[in-house]
């Protein structure tokens, strides 16, 4: 497959191979708010219309993740959602939408019972194998995509997971790391956000996995792959990516996975990468 593009002295029309482009969405796609300025859509959607492979790449689940597909106006194409857990074709008009091509399960009961142990005044979250959210203390985030039923510590033991979410208010997200790190999780696959926030995936799975599923689909090189994004759930992508970007206000383990750094998110650091795709 090829993408034409007007470029040249004479601005004549050359074809050039498409990239797979992987975004985050948090931090990169939209601010800390949850909004996408007029510039990054508008580049977005620019890259789209233009035959590049534009993948939404995110720790959030399909639910959530499906409205910025739409604001990039991807028709046709892949998603990655819950940090690789799920992927999906984008089948605008059929289907609903999109159809999950594939999902990850993993059992959390053996990560769950270590948490409790060591942060009981967390709260957690599961996404099971059907898109569900169940959840303690009625722990309810915008990521989930959708309401999250409340239940009891116990019944998520019994619960097959695609994602498991760990929250806690008692530390930073520097001690939080260090108390899971001190845990020492296995069998599992994890990353901390900025927050004192914690996303569990089955081991091996990371947004990284799931976009080497796409590449693979659409065979596009892995030399034409590029990655932006600003969490450290996107250290393993930026580190597959051909061009691995992070934001400018990543934190400095994220900058040094990549082979190089934009403006924050507040100045529209994507808009000048997805511009020199163009």
Request: aromatic share 6%; proline share 3%; net charge negative.
């Amino acid at each position: 497959m090829t993408t034409t593009i007007r470029a040249g002295i004479d601005d004549q029309p050359i074809s050039v191979l498409p990239k797979l482009v992987a975004l985050d969405v948090d931090g990169t796609l939209v601010d800390h708010d949850g909004h996408m300025s007029p510039a990054v859509r508008a580049a977005g959607r620019e890259l789209v219309a233009a035959g590049h492979e534009v993948v939404v790449a995110t720790g959030r689940s399909l639910g959530a993740t499906l409205p910025i597909v739409e604001l990039l106006g991807i028709e046709r194409g892949y998603a990655v959602s819950s940090n690789g857990g799920v992927v999906t074709r984008i089948e605008a008009g059929s289907n609903g939408g999109y159809t999950v091509i594939d999902r990850r399960v993993f059992d959390p009961s053996t990560a769950l019972l270590a948490l409790r142990h060591r942060l009981p005044g967390a709260k957690y979250a599961i996404e099971d194998d059907q898109g569900n959210f169940y959840s303690t203390e009625r722990f309810q985030d915008p990521s989930f995509g959708v309401e999250a039923r409340g239940v009891s510590f116990e019944e998520l033991l019994e619960l097959a997971a695609v994602r498991l979410v760990v929250f806690s208010t008692d530390a930073t997200a520097e001690e939080f790391g260090d108390a899971v790190e001190a845990i020492g999780l296995h069998g599992v696959t994890y990353s901390v956000g900025w927050t004192p926030w914690l996303d569990i995936a089955a081991q091996g799975v990371t947004k990284a996995s799931g976009l080497e599923l796409i590449r693979r689909r659409v065979g596009i090189d892995a030399e034409d792959t590029v990655a932006v994004g600003d969490g450290r759930n996107d250290i393993e992508m930026l580190q597959w990516a051909g061009r691995g970007v992070a934001m400018g206000q990543a934190p400095h383990e994220v900058k040094a996975a990549a082979n190089e750094v934009t403006s924050a998110v507040e100045a529209d650091g994507l808009v000048s990468v997805l511009r020199s795709l163009m």
